[in-house]
């Protein structure tokens, strides 16, 4: 049981850090792309949409990782 434990843990914390490096990726090119507007409403918008939209991401990942820690640790009987 120990080592599904551990393939869990590893799994998740993978998953997290690559989640998490793709979202920064894509709050740098909307931030990229709202700079470089040069003040036009749809880039502007595009720019603000694609942060919005990754930070969202980041919020559900870290979400997922909370249920399924709750999961796990109410399978097991050991907290987190």
């Not at 120990?2 to 989640?19: C, K, P, R, S, W």
């Not at 490096?21 to 502007?44: C, E, K, L, N, W």
Request: hydrophobic share 55%; aromatic share 8%.
């Amino acid at each position: 049981m120990e080592a599904i434990n551990n393939l869990f843990d590893n799994l998740i914390t993978i998953g997290t850090g690559a989640v998490f490096s793709v979202a920064v990726f894509f709050v740098i090119i909307g931030a990229f792309q709202y700079m470089t507007a040069a003040g036009s409403p749809h880039q502007m918008e595009r720019g603000k949409s694609t942060m919005i939209n990754a930070l969202f991401g980041m919020v559900v990942v870290v979400s997922a990782r909370v249920i399924a820690n709750l999961i796990r640790s109410s399978l097991t009987g050991t907290g987190a």
